[in-house]
């Protein structure tokens, strides 16, 4: 059984608060064979497309589900009834729509909410753009995936060239619901493992206590630090507004290579300082103010665990909100 992870939940338990934890992404298509010579987006040739490539990603077939208590957590079971049109959509744009006008169709996509009765993602194309591009915004739960996994799941119904045919569907059945005996059985399995793991840590009480030492300075800073009082610390409400930012991916490359980091440390620098300077303009903070932040580590797991799925990693660490980065500025 695929019961969610610890981290998994804590992206799945918001919701329940009224927090979405659902991501997005958008890209922009050559619409070249997207579009009819009446103009008319082709819908059902691409959802055919996208259907046949769904095997991909186990995860867009599948659901949250809940089972009643004492049957244990949450978990991943395949949908009983799919259904393509409910995921792959299109929202028009009036033609020629600018840039400004896809962002705020975006914002209006973003905020529906993704129901839970339904494998939890969305993709919207929006065709009206310039030169016959189309937009594409699509929208996972955080538990489904992050932002890197995100991109990954993107980039596997997207590809460089215009296919003349689409790929081979593959059969899918659903694998059935387990039972609640089954889900019994698997809880009370997992809880007797548990006991299994505290009296194996009770017999080594120095390697236990060792653990509890090495583990107590993150959880004292979680649970007794504050979080500085800042303009940005506070409830926020639902509305959003979207910008983007462009930059060349081959200068971002040459700046990380020339200091031994990774293009995602040159992005983080770069979003540290450009939040640096904004809370510096804000008689709320101090320029040379600490901060705690977390930062979360995901990779995709390869066969030797469970195939396609996603773990995730999290540590927290103390960081100077004026320190001055190897690639010029401060963040």
């Known amino acids: 059984m695929d019961r969610l992870t610890a981290a998994d939940l804590s992206m799945a338990l918001p919701e329940e608060f009224g927090w979405p934890q659902d991501i997005g992404a958008l890209a922009i298509l050559d619409g070249g064979g997207l579009v009819d010579a009446n103009g008319r987006f082709r819908v059902e040739a691409v959802r055919l497309a996208i259907e046949a490539r769904l095997h991909l990603v186990l995860r867009f077939r599948q659901l949250l589900f809940t089972p009643r208590r004492g049957l244990g957590g949450p978990l ?4 009983p009834a799919f ?11 009036a033609a020629p729509s600018d840039e400004a006008q896809l962002l705020l169709a975006v914002e209006q996509l973003r905020r529906r909410r993704l129901e839970r009765a339904r494998p939890l993602w969305e993709m919207w194309f929006l065709p009206g753009l310039p030169n016959g591009q189309v937009g594409l915004y699509i929208k996972v739960h955080h538990a489904v995936a992050d932002g890197v996994a995100g991109v990954a799941l993107l980039g596997a119904f997207l590809s460089r060239e215009g296919e003349a045919t689409p790929p081979a569907t593959h059969p899918w059945r659903p694998a059935p619901i387990p039972s609640s005996q089954g889900l019994f059985a698997d809880n009370l399995l997992r809880r007797a493992r548990a006991v299994g793991r505290l009296f194996s840590a009770l017999t080594r009480p120095a390697d236990t206590m060792r653990r509890m030492r090495a583990g107590l300075p993150a959880v004292r800073e979680v649970f007794a630090e504050k979080a500085p009082r800042t303009s940005l610390n506070r409830p926020i409400g639902a509305d959003r507004t979207f910008a983007l930012i462009r930059s060349r991916l081959e200068v971002t490359k040459r700046i990380a290579h020339a200091h031994g980091a990774t293009v995602n440390d040159v992005l983080l620098a770069a979003i540290a300082g450009g939040l640096r300077e904004l809370l510096a303009g804000r008689e709320s903070t ?3 103010s600490c901060c705690g932040p977390s930062f979360r580590s995901r990779c995709i797991a390869g066969n030797r665990v469970r195939p396609g799925a996603t773990w995730t990693g999290r540590w927290s660490c103390r960081c100077r909100s004026a320190y001055r980065t190897p690639f010029g500025g401060w963040c």
């Open 76 to 79: 991943w079971v395949d949908a």
């Open 83 to 93: 259904d393509i049109t409910d995921h792959v959509r299109v929202f028009p744009l």
């Open 286 to 288: 101090s320029t040379g």
